[in-house]
């Protein structure tokens, strides 16, 4: 599992500094959201997995998924990502290429999060206001750009789907409940595909009475 950077925690509101060049105040860091709904939140990363039967599990189940892209893993695949938006996939930030974050300059780090903004503006016609940091990792700098390229919220998560379909878990208890966010990370050769795995998830969630969420809605 990723190491995950400072501060992390649910919905928790890093205050006090604006970014540079901006009287905002900073975007929460939140790994879970703070709901009474019977709901938790799917997120897929990076963009390097575009199984088909996921996008007609995303149709025909109407998952609210969350999407957060990386320019150069999905590279040449944008159009599968336009198909998963058609069916009611979101498309959020997740930079230009993939660094860690945490150490890198302003500049640097404000590169990779507004590009990567331009990037699926230019494609979608969208402004992400969801970000998340590569590996999980961040830093004071980071926040601050991300405020400065318009993000609303830097989204960690609780729970990840591994390959094989299993749930692990950053901390608290091991079983998903109300207002976790889920991280399914792309994977090389993983043995189930993003549909099988996320087949399997959804019936464990609707063993616990729980449904999928969608994460915009809570964070804006």
Not at 106 to 131: D, N, V
Not at 210 to 220: F, I, M, T, Y
Request: proline residues 8%; hydrophobic residues 35%.
């Amino acid at each position: 599992m990723p190491e995950k950077g400072e501060g992390t925690g649910e919905a928790k509101r890093k205050g006090g500094e604006g970014g540079a060049g901006s009287g905002a105040g900073l975007p929460p860091v939140v790994d879970r959201v703070p709901t009474r709904d019977k709901v938790v939140f799917l997120t897929y990363d990076d963009g390097a997995e575009r199984d088909p039967r996921f996008i007609d599990l995303v149709r025909e189940r109407r998952l609210p998924v969350s999407m957060f892209l990386t320019d150069s893993v999905v590279g040449p695949g944008y159009g599968h990502f336009a198909r998963l938006r058609s069916v009611g996939a979101s498309l959020q930030n997740h930079t230009l290429d993939h660094p860690a974050l945490r150490g890198l300059p302003y500049a640097g780090q404000r590169a990779e999060i507004c590009g990567q903004q331009r990037k699926l503006r230019s494609r979608f016609g969208i402004r992400p206001h969801l970000f998340r940091p590569p590996y999980g990792t961040y830093d004071a700098t980071t926040l601050r750009a991300a405020a400065d390229c318009g993000i609303a919220a830097v989204v960690l998560w609780r729970i990840t789907l591994e390959g094989d379909g299993t749930l692990t878990y950053t901390r608290g208890a091991h079983r998903p409940a109300p207002g976790d966010i889920i991280s399914v990370p792309a994977g090389e050769t993983p043995p189930l595909t993003l549909a099988e795995r996320t087949t399997r998830l959804l019936r464990v969630l609707e063993e616990q009475g729980l449904k999928v969420g969608r994460l915009e809605d809570h964070l804006r």
